[in-house]
């Protein structure tokens, strides 16, 4: 028996790993409704849409999910910052025959806060996990006095035990091979940043909450090794990208099934903060960390969306953050029940729970 | 039964990484006695040394071992940035009082050549692993006609597939967690090389000839993970340096047993190529990975070992090159067939061969 599934009444502790942008309450409710933890990424949605799919979650399924926020903090424009950014993007304007007066400005990413809170009250949605740390002490007080189980990700060691101090139920090894925005919140140094085989054991050494691995895991074996290597849990988001409830869009389906997905990388070109996505035209040609003066998250995405927007109408994903593990080949173009059942024959050696 | 451990007579198929400059043949032996596969690194060992070394090895065990060679190309010497590196550390050579007419030149490190292929005929090493690709296929050819088992590491799929056909028997899919140099041959760019959760499944997916596993490998549950994802054999190397018969230095080893071995970096700063070590003074205050006009492989260490042994004597890692790779708690200060035992228990799954 896993403590990790018994304790959040799943049949295996595998968790569909939250991913803003890809994913709304169908990829959850096909997860949770297999036994394992689905996931429901808020950080893209308005309160109203995050009631709705809230909504369409609790009329679909009775089963357990998890409800996702990012908890950065909201920053402050920098007009010196936005306009050299645009400037930089200019001759894609030119090229793509985009006006540049299109570009927006402002935050594509709320904060965890008051109306999230509400709604996390409102709801009480079992686990509610966290990405860049925790939100602010009064905050995290509400969501865990509605009893839900709280998991946030952590890069380093020192992350982690801050995690456990500060109210995590559980903390997640986020491993460098994990798609997406990198969790980091203590340290912005990337080196300080390692695979999921170094990390996760240093973390289970030092933990006394579960700790859930992430990053690379993409099948079954994946699922057995990450177990062999003491995680109480275990989390996949990349193999989920192609699943029919995931609303990738078609050309990021296309780059991860094509050659050049074994090539990501870190970038910081979409958003503003690093995360790992396959490597395309315009991380290449401006390179894919770029230094101040460049919009804080998420303020980046702003003067990007109008690009990305031309260049997908026309098939391109030139402009577009194409989210990617380091380990695509997980991908699979099937229903996400499929992919669930696939992935936790890695459990082979637990008794399933419920 | 394992068919990687049968072919090469082995008990185990774990291999002991070879490690340049901080193991001679006591650990080789050591291992190999054990019925790992112990390896001896010939990267900085003259013919003579190397002689002494081998025949030392036959002395003592009739075991099966593995010798390990450099197989860059030479490079010219680099008058004008061998010159702009010393002048970078000249402050260090005032502030050690240290004079900079000590600084040597030349290259620290042969690629595998002429008289080392003499000594593979002469002493017919059951196995024969090259780091940085394959020698020139004359010399290759020489190694194979000794009936010598041929490895090498790959850093991505594209090099993986590449020793395939030029020959190696098997690959190690050098995880980016892996301490000391990376191994890679076809790109230099970082980004494309991945974690070994990430790396190892798509190797092995890809390739007809057995895959080690190595990089972040550092304990049972770690050869068991390792296992479990599909490799045919584990390599590590880390998880030695603090054994009795490795020559690890006193500050080496007090660095992998401090807070700090929490930090590793790829820096080219000793070498010349990106290897992975500790984050210590020199790296952090020069920057890890120096760009051009730095001296080509091997020949940036000339200038730093002066430095490097004034600091050494009194206690200071400052200017060492401390390798070590991202997960330094499987160290043990114990007699390597003690740590080879304990490593071993994570193939339970397995029947030892012979």
Redesign the interface.
């Known amino acids: 028996m896993n403590a990790f599934a018994q304790r959040l009444s799943l049949r295996w502790p595998l968790i569909q790993a939250p991913m803003a942008g890809v994913q709304l309450h169908a990829l959850t409710v096909a997860v949770s409704d297999t036994g394992a933890l689905g996931s429901l990424p808020a950080a893209m949605l308005s309160p109203d849409a995050l009631r709705n799919e809230l909504q369409a979650i609790r009329a679909k399924t009775a089963k357990p999910f998890n409800l996702n926020f990012f908890c950065h903090e909201e920053p402050a424009p920098d007009p010196a910052a936005e306009a050299a950014w645009l400037a930089t993007l200019r001759p894609y304007y030119a090229e793509l025959g985009v006006d540049p007066a299109q570009a927006g400005s402002g935050a594509s990413r709320a904060p965890f806060g008051e109306a999230a809170a509400s709604l996390v009250e409102a709801f009480g949605p079992p686990v509610v996990s966290f990405h860049f740390g925790l939100p602010p002490p009064a905050l995290l007080q509400r969501v865990k006095a509605t009893g839900a189980f709280v998991l946030s990700s952590a890069t380093?060691?020192d992350e982690a035990r801050w995690l456990q101090q500060h109210g995590a139920d559980a903390v997640i090894a986020q491993?460098?091979?994990a798609g997406g925005h990198r969790g980091h919140f203590l340290s912005g140094d990337l080196?300080?940043q390692?695979?999921?085989?170094?990390?996760l054991?240093?973390l289970k050494?030092a933990l006394q909450v579960p700790v859930v691995a992430a990053?690379?895991?993409?099948?079954a074996?994946?699922v057995?090794?990450?177990?062999?290597?003491?995680a109480d849990a275990v989390q996949v988001g990349t193999a989920y990208l192609l699943c029919d409830e995931a609303t990738t869009s078609p050309v990021h389906r296309a780059a991860l099934q094509g050659e050049a997905a074994?090539?990501?990388?870190?970038t910081n070109l979409f958003t503003g903060r690093p995360a790992r996505g396959i490597?395309n035209r315009v991380m290449r040609e401006l390179g894919?960390l770029r230094g101040a003066p460049h919009p804080a998250f998420p303020r980046a995405t702003a003067a990007l969306a109008p690009l990305r927007a031309a260049a997908d109408a026309r098939g391109s994903g030139d402009f577009s953050p194409l989210w990617s593990?380091?380990?695509p080949?997980g991908c699979r173009a099937v229903p996400a029940a499929a992919l669930t059942q696939a992935l936790c024959r890695g459990f082979d050696n637990l008794e399933p729970h419920s």
């Open positions: 380093t060691l491993g460098l091979e080196s300080r390692a695979g999921t085989m170094a990390l054991p240093q050494a990053g690379g895991i993409a099948d074996a994946g057995a090794a990450a177990m062999a290597l003491g074994v090539h990501t990388a870190l490597v894919p593990g380091q380990n080949r």
